[in-house]
């Protein structure tokens, strides 16, 4: 099977600095290459040799003797804890080029390294609210969902960055059936489960006490679920918020949709803070990401946990061999 696409993100923050940590994790057993600055990627490596490559095909060869990096120009240095927004176009230049390599098969997957948002607004005028909105864009999809997975959880929220008080008004039954149906989708066709359970939560407490507390479930989230189930979905719900995480709950589903943000993460920031990976779900190809941003703070002190980088490409592997039924 063809390598994971890696983009480096922001080379002032600590995405390139845990490439090396990816190839000694993996044994060379998943074939990746990283899309970046050979020049960021020297200063950022450490002892780990920086293996130029021409394509995608050269990966295997080139993890013998380091970790293969698949040019992209930058305009800036590599300061780290200091954003350059000379770099911006070539951050954007290589998820460019990941996404094209991925849409036309040279690769399998993409793990993509934390990106600053301002740093590419102010060095490029970059239009997009973050990584997923553009990757969607350039895939020309209209609907992507969130999930948020370790070994132990699989999440997903209904609606993600947005004030607490619009989470009403933003829930509807469109947005909640999308989403409940590319989540289902996804755990089919890129997690390889045939007949997948997927808990739902409701908005309330206690999932509005039979409307003492709230109507959203009876009114919007039992009928979504209702007509789904008719469809041939299997859902749990709508479900008390605070019985649904626990070990013995966790497992009889094997993902469960919030109703925003912080109900979903919550959970497993707690089981795994450290190993949490971020899935963009229905996009055309596979994308993961770490769970953490580019840590400007701690970036060139050598002291970033690679956990979560480490968990996403193995992720973005697994569900690559799972869409090419490969398990």
Not at 33 to 45: E, I, K, Q
Not at 47 to 50: H, L
Not at 62 to 72: I, K, S
């Given at each position: 099977?063809?390598?994971?696409?890696?983009?480096?993100?922001?080379?002032?923050?600590?995405?390139?600095?845990?490439?090396?940590?990816?190839r000694?994790?993996?044994?060379g057993?998943?074939?990746f290459?990283?899309?970046?600055?050979?020049?960021?990627?020297?200063?950022?490596?450490g002892?780990?040799?920086?293996v130029?490559?021409?394509?995608?095909?050269?990966?295997?060869?080139?993890?013998?003797?380091?970790?293969?990096?698949?040019?992209?120009?930058?305009?800036?240095?590599?300061?780290?804890?200091?954003?350059?927004?000379?770099?911006?176009r070539?951050?954007?230049?290589?998820?460019?080029r990941?996404?094209?390599?991925?849409?036309?098969?040279?690769?399998?997957?993409?793990?993509?390294?934390p990106?600053?948002?301002?740093?590419?607004k102010?060095?490029?005028?970059?239009?997009?609210?973050?990584?997923?909105?553009?990757l969607?864009?350039?895939?020309?999809v209209?609907?992507?969902?969130?999930?948020?997975?370790?070994?132990?959880?699989?999440?997903?929220?209904?609606?993600?960055?947005?004030?607490?008080?619009?989470?009403?008004?933003?829930?509807?039954?469109?947005?909640?059936?999308?989403?409940?149906?590319?989540?289902?989708?996804?755990?089919?066709?890129?997690?390889?489960?045939?007949?997948?359970?997927?808990?739902?939560?409701?908005?309330?407490?206690?999932?509005?006490?039979?409307?003492?507390?709230?109507?959203?479930?009876?009114?919007?989230?039992a009928?979504?679920?209702?007509?789904?189930?008719?469809?041939?979905l299997?859902?749990?719900?709508?479900?008390?918020?605070?019985?649904?995480?626990?070990?013995?709950?966790?497992?009889?589903?094997?993902?469960?949709?919030?109703?925003?943000h912080?109900?979903?993460?919550?959970?497993?920031?707690?089981?795994?803070?450290?190993?949490?990976?971020?899935v963009t779900?229905?996009?055309?190809?596979?994308?993961?990401?770490?769970d953490?941003?580019?840590?400007?703070?701690?970036?060139?002190?050598g002291?970033?946990?690679?956990?979560?980088?480490?968990?996403?490409?193995?992720?973005?592997?697994?569900?690559?061999?799972?869409?090419?039924?490969?398990?």
């Open positions: 099977m063809n390598p994971v696409a890696v983009t480096g993100g922001e080379p002032a923050g600590i995405g390139l600095e845990l490439a090396p940590a990816l000694a994790a993996t044994g057993r998943i074939p290459f990283v899309l970046a600055d050979p020049r960021h990627c020297a200063a950022a490596f002892d780990t040799a920086v130029e490559i021409d394509a995608p095909e050269d990966t295997a060869a080139a993890m013998a003797r380091g970790v293969p990096v698949l040019p992209v120009p930058f305009d800036g240095e590599r300061i780290p804890g200091r954003p350059d927004p000379r770099n911006a070539g951050v954007i230049a290589a998820i460019e990941a996404v094209s390599l991925v849409m036309d098969g040279a690769a399998s997957a993409i793990t993509t390294l990106i600053a948002k301002k740093a590419l102010d060095g490029a005028g970059f239009p997009f609210p973050g990584h997923t909105e553009f969607a864009h350039l895939a020309g209209s609907r992507v969902v969130m999930m948020l997975a370790c070994p132990e959880l699989r999440v997903v929220p209904a609606t993600i960055h947005i004030p607490l008080a619009e989470v009403p008004q933003t829930l509807d039954a469109a947005l909640l059936e999308g989403t409940l149906r590319v989540t289902d989708d996804a755990l089919r066709r890129d997690f390889g489960i045939a007949e997948p359970t997927i808990a739902v939560a409701g908005l309330n407490p206690h999932a509005g006490e039979g409307g003492a507390m709230g109507r959203e479930e009876i009114e919007l989230i009928p979504v679920l209702d007509a789904l189930r008719a469809d041939g299997r859902l749990l719900g709508p479900l008390a918020a605070d019985t649904m995480f626990h070990a013995r709950a966790r497992a009889g589903y094997d993902a469960a949709v919030a109703m925003y912080d109900q979903a993460l919550i959970p497993i920031k707690t089981i795994d803070f450290s190993g949490g990976v971020n779900l229905g996009l055309p190809f596979v994308r993961t990401s770490p953490h941003g580019t840590a400007f703070d701690i970036a060139g002190t002291t970033a946990d690679p956990s979560s980088t480490i968990a996403a490409l193995k992720m973005a592997w697994q569900m690559a061999r799972a869409r090419h039924g490969r398990n």
